[in-house]
């Protein structure tokens, strides 16, 4: 079973930044076969989609993003820490959320939360207008 802890998150104003981390363990190296999620939800709303990372088994990660964060958000993965980032800039009000980190077995573009085994406990993030 893989572990994940996530933390970053905090209040920022409208047009800041933030990267959240989120370290799993419980599994050695787990990027070269698990598929690495970032999901949200707003009060009152169902959890959404924000990006996912996956090893394409060369050299390279594949990642995918949500429409409301491209251009916005950057997923990336530093293997020796076993840690999963997302960089988020030019953050919104509508960005303010509890962020959480996912993970799946098996590698490709997985979008839906049924689809992640294993969830962190979430992180706050706070945009103010």
């Known amino acids: 079973q893989v572990q994940l802890v996530e933390s970053g998150g905090g209040l920022v104003q409208a047009g800041g930044s933030l990267r959240l981390s989120c370290v799993a363990s419980g599994i050695g190296r787990i990027f070269s076969s698990y598929d690495m999620g970032w999901f949200r939800q707003a009060p009152g709303k169902e959890r959404e989609f924000v990006a996912s990372?996956?090893?394409?088994?060369?050299?390279?990660?594949?990642?995918d993003y949500a429409d409301s964060v491209k251009g916005r958000f950057i997923i990336s993965v530093d293997n020796a820490k076993n840690t999963v980032y997302l960089q988020m800039k030019s953050l919104k009000p509508e960005d303010t959320a509890v962020y959480y980190c996912?993970?799946?077995?098996?590698?490709?573009?997985?979008?839906?939360?049924?689809?992640?085994?294993?969830w962190g406990q979430g992180t706050q993030v706070t945009v103010s207008s």
């Open positions: 990372i996956w090893w394409s088994g060369i050299s390279l990660y594949y990642t």
């Open positions: 996912a993970a799946r077995r098996g590698v490709g573009a997985f979008v839906e939360s049924h689809q992640y085994e294993s």
